[in-house]
């Protein structure tokens, strides 16, 4: 292996498209719906949630996009936090995205491919670990042999879960036109101010299934023209996923009853069970792991992008840099993500892991975006290829949405929070230790 070998612009407008898209859509439309309904018994209050969580993931994407187009580098938000904040907040940020929050999500994703498919194809929970690895293990290869390699498997997989979706859209189309199942009361109900908590509540559950947005960036030196394609493809992205959410969220509603949907966690199994009997309910549940497995794959091959980002700015993970001579990707960090996630498979302990990371993650989300408002007045005359649409609202609105978000899950989940913020702190003495050998 050599230094020497650079990246590969082999990433069009659609491929960063499709990976925005395979990433946001994982397999939180498919379960959160049931989460939502336990605290919001209304229909079209439910449906408003979905668009509001789209317009939040739209104000972000939106600065994302400026922030991209400025600096089009690999390592998307790891980037824009080092160049707006500096290297120590940089390395803080890339400490608990990359060891905790991204590991993490892989973990889970493989462990639900796996769960999903023994409904396909049965074999004991046993296994489920196994072939958890398995994927892990197989997809690594697969992006570790080129980004070609990986643009396939995502292309493939994102249409897949692209026409799961319409197909579930399409269903309660054609209940609709029949006499909606369920007959669901589509009338606004008075906002009481325990109406409003539960609204907050069950926000939380939307936001999750929006998370994804944010990775075309991290490939920005793999992807041409990137200072017009990485904007365009993660505002595209955003827009045609919430406007996909929004017809499977009213399909869930027209098939579901208001008052069962709580207690319907496989809601997307339930639908197409009415819908086409256990054919259907096979197809979608097929089409749910192939769902995990397009997003398990995008989140592998930009997973290896931070690492190899962080290594290049930090002793410490600098062997994590090396580029492949022959393959021209970035091998070993590929590899070491695929390792510290195998052992949260068999540790137990990826749930934990996320629960305690997604707060210290969205201040982070929140510092990058904020960070748009902080460049526009302190470096005014920077190039920007492509500015904000509705700039000083657009970050603005983002930030205080995310910064209730993050006070409410303190006061709400205390315990866990803290145990995010304790964990994010074990990083400072690493970047100590790294700035020494950087001195050195």
């Not at 993931?57 to 187009?69: P, Q, V």
């Not at 030196?221 to 992205?237: C, D, F, L, M």
């Not at 949260?344 to 201040?363: A, C, G």
Request: hydrophobic letters at 55%; one cysteine or more.
């Amino acid at each position: 292996m050599s230094k020497s070998p650079g990246l590969v612009r082999s990433l069009g407008l659609t491929d960063a498209t499709m990976l925005v898209v395979g990433c946001i859509v994982g397999v939180g439309i498919f379960r959160t719906a049931s989460s939502i309904a336990a605290h919001v018994q209304s229909p079209s209050l439910i449906l408003l949630l979905c668009a509001a969580g789209g317009l939040v993931s739209l104000c972000g994407a939106l600065c994302y996009a400026e922030l991209a187009a400025m600096f089009p580098a690999t390592g998307g938000d790891y980037v824009y936090v080092t160049k707006i904040y500096g290297r120590f907040w940089g390395f803080l940020f890339g400490w608990c995205k990359l060891f905790v929050e991204r590991t993490g999500t892989i973990a889970v994703l493989a462990f639900v491919f796996a769960e999903y498919a023994a409904r396909v194809v049965p074999y004991g929970r046993g296994a489920l670990r196994w072939v958890a690895a398995l994927a892990i293990v197989l997809l690594t290869a697969v992006n570790v042999a080129g980004i070609q390699w990986g643009k396939i498997i995502q292309n493939i997989f994102t249409t897949l879960k692209v026409i799961a979706l319409m197909t579930l859209a399409g269903a309660g189309l054609l209940a609709a036109t029949g006499g909606a199942p369920a007959a669901p009361d589509w009338t606004l109900p008075s906002l009481t101010m325990d109406v409003v908590q539960s609204l907050g509540v069950a926000f939380v559950f939307v936001l999750w299934t929006y998370g994804g947005w944010t990775e075309a960036g991290y490939v920005a030196e793999e992807i041409r023209k990137p200072t017009r394609n990485v904007p365009r493809a993660i505002i595209r992205g955003v827009v045609l996923t919430t406007l996909l959410y929004m017809l499977v969220n009213w399909s869930y509603l027209v098939f579901v009853p208001i008052e069962q949907l709580p207690t319907t966690p496989l809601v997307a199994s339930a639908v197409m069970q009415q819908a086409a009997g256990s054919a259907g309910a096979a197809f979608i549940a097929w089409m749910i792991a192939c769902s995990a497995f397009g997003a398990l794959n995008g989140y592998i091959l930009t997973g290896g992008r931070i690492l190899l980002a962080m290594g290049r700015d930090h002793p410490l993970l600098a062997e994590l840099a090396v580029i492949h001579p022959r393959s021209r990707t970035p091998a070993l960090a590929l590899w070491a993500n695929a390792l510290i996630a195998i052992g949260l498979v068999f540790t137990k302990t990826f749930d934990q892991i996320m629960t305690y990371s997604t707060v210290v993650i969205s201040v982070f989300f929140m510092m990058a975006v904020f960070g748009v408002i902080l460049l526009r007045r302190s470096q005014p005359r920077l190039p920007r290829p492509y500015r904000a649409w509705g700039y000083p609202v657009t970050p603005a609105l983002f930030c205080l949405i995310m910064a209730g978000f993050i006070l409410d899950v303190c006061f709400k989940q205390p315990d866990e929070a803290a145990f995010g913020f304790a964990f994010l702190a074990v990083g400072v003495p690493l970047y100590w230790w790294s700035d020494i050998r950087r001195r050195r």
